[in-house]
């Protein structure tokens, strides 16, 4: 089964007007289910425009798009998804708790099982001493927390997220990283994340999807094959041999046939400075 | 003080709405202590002055001659000022439930919402006090009605236009994620716009309430039913018994403080989130 298919997809802000922008064109991807993909680019290469068209926030100016086998518009209604978006989005005059419990509120869950499920979505990105504080208490990091604990309570068969991890230390940010590989596994989540971080991108996913601006499109799709990951995956040969991939197909460079050991050892130093 | 402050913002419909909310988050007692300190020195001097001779006892009376007066009249003022207050009250009430449902179908309708803004400023424009002769030529001279009408549409303009912008100023993450959970309408306006609204709707509610007070006192100095504070001032102020003119002057301050510190207080426990900041 597909989760998310889109072919030949075009996306134009403002078409006709002097301030016109082409943000996509002929996108084709499609996300199996179960699979893990982010997407990476430079700033305004259209990663978020991509997540909008699958998250049907926006409509495509060409092309088809399908998600869970139906129309965007009708997975939108049936809640097919769950979203986090750049910016938290928290309702500030709701408690941290009843921000990760709207969700489930609209979807008609009873009153006792949000509850549990909420505190449990909290507890897992370390906010569980903090139900009963409004967002404005909080540091940006731990409002972004709540953003994921609020997308991922739902247990959608589709997860979106735009840049989740952006504003999280190093520490927090790999075990978030871990705990959503594992609900996604768990679930059998199919994911599309959007991130500006190489190695973060690698880590996690089943392919890595290279997005270039000026109109912004797909320039490159790489398999990434690590099995289950690890803490040893972190260190492993095959990871830094990823990362030298992607930023290979980002400055544009065609990846040669045998990475030479030269680029994968200045790969893993530029990763462990950054 | 501080409601003298926020009279004059609120007479002025284009001083910005929003007042510092680092005002009403400071320590009640701190807060509080800057203008009694002001307050009583203030008092001090009038009362030196005078006594002085100065200025003249009929043109401004010592503070001590008004707080006899006051104490004198007191029942009379208390009387007065409740038969003021209820004009105020409901005038306030519906004025602001016209001034809420207003906004509400003027953000719903687009088209309603560009048509009424401007009549608003019209009507707000209008020397609505001057109205008063009409009306209670319009209403038997034992009505309250045209006190509580006056006030009302007074009380209109602030809260129809601090809920407007509140209702319009919706955070675009907010529309998207309620979009992505399938939920519009109603839905949408029951979470997302009313509670957004509602910091607005009271910071409309903080100036009309002083607002009311005014309007309830001043629509008495042009007939009517001549039951409450503003019939007392006009009638002592005519028999030049300015200290007890001046007493109820003093009346209407003390009621005006009453409705603008419930106000205060209302959106203190409807908007908790903002406390806690
Ligand atoms: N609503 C909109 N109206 C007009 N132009 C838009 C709109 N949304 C996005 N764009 C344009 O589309 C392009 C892609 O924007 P998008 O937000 O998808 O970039 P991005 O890859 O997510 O960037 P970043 O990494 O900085 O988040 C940009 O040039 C942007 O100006
Ligand atoms: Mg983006």
């Known amino acids: ?274 | 003080m501080t409601a003298a402050v926020d009279k004059i913002a609120a007479a002025d419909p284009t001083a910005p709405v929003v007042v510092g909310r680092q005002r009403r988050s400071r320590g009640f007692l701190r807060g509080l202590l800057p203008p009694l300190i002001v307050g009583i020195g203030g008092l001090a001097l009038w009362e030196l002055i005078v006594k002085a001779g100065r200025i003249a006892p009929f043109i401004l009376p010592a503070p001590s001659a008004i707080w006899e007066q006051f104490w004198l009249s007191r029942s009379v003022i208390w009387q007065t000022g409740l038969a003021t207050g209820a004009n105020a009250f409901v005038g306030l009430i519906a004025g602001a439930v016209v001034g809420i449902l207003g906004a509400m179908a003027a953000s719903r309708f687009r088209l309603l919402g560009e048509v009424s803004i401007p009549v608003a400023a019209a009507l707000n424009a209008l020397p609505i006090i001057a109205l008063a002769p009409i009306l209670n030529n319009m209403f038997d001279s034992t009505s309250s009605i045209p006190r509580r009408v006056v006030v009302s549409i007074v009380v209109f303009f602030p809260v129809f236009i601090n809920t407007l912008r509140g209702l319009r100023e919706v955070n675009p993450t907010h529309r998207e994620l309620m979009d992505s959970y399938a939920a519009g309408g109603w839905t949408f306006t029951r979470l997302v716009r009313l509670p957004g609204a509602l910091p607005f709707v009271f910071t409309g509610l903080r100036q009309a309430s002083s607002l009311a007070v005014i309007a309830a006192v001043v629509a008495e100095y042009f007939g009517g039913l001549q039951d409450g504070l503003g019939s007392r001032i006009t009638s002592a102020a005519s028999n030049t018994a300015y200290p007890r003119a001046w007493a109820f002057v003093v009346g209407a301050c003390v009621l005006g403080l009453v409705f603008y510190a419930v106000s205060l207080g209302l959106e203190r426990l409807a908007t908790p989130w903002r406390r806690s900041r």
């Not at chain 1, 893990?36 to 430079?42: A, D, E, M, R």
């Open chain 1, 1 to 274: 089964m597909t989760a998310v298919a889109l072919s030949g997809v075009g996306k134009v802000f403002n078409a006709g007007r002097a301030d016109q922008v082409v943000a996509l064109t002929g996108v084709d991807l499609t996300v199996d289910s179960g699979q893990f993909v982010s997407l990476i680019g430079p700033s305004g290469c259209g990663k978020s425009t991509l997540l909008r068209l699958v998250a049907d926030l926006i409509q495509p100016t060409s092309g088809t798009l399908t998600v869970a086998g139906k129309p965007a518009r009708k997975a939108r209604l049936d809640q097919e998804y769950g979203i986090a978006f750049q910016q938290a989005g928290l309702f500030e005059w709701r408690t941290v708790l009843r921000n990760v419990e709207l969700p489930l509120e609209l979807r008609g869950t009873g009153r006792r099982e949000r509850k549990r499920r909420a505190e449990e979505m909290l507890e897992l990105v370390g906010l569980a001493d903090f139900t009963g504080h409004y967002p404005a208490q909080l540091s940006g990091g731990m409002q972004q927390r709540v953003a994921i604990a609020r997308a991922l309570a739902v247990h959608p068969l589709l997860l979106l997220m735009d840049e989740p991890f952006g504003a999280l230390d190093e520490m927090t940010r790999e075990r978030l990283q871990d705990e959503l590989l594992r609900i996604c596994a768990q679930t059998g989540t199919s994911t599309i994340f959007v991130t500006h971080s190489i190695p973060e991108a690698v880590y996690l996913s089943d392919r890595v999807v290279v997005m270039s601006p000026r109109p912004g499109r797909i320039t490159d799709v790489i398999e990434i094959d690590l099995g289950p990951r690890s803490e040893a995956t972190r260190q492993s040969a095959g990871f830094f041999a990823g990362i030298t991939k992607v930023r290979r197909a980002l400055r544009g460079t065609p990846a040669p046939t045998s990475s030479s050991p030269s680029a994968s050892s200045s790969a893993s130093a530029e990763v462990t400075a950054s």
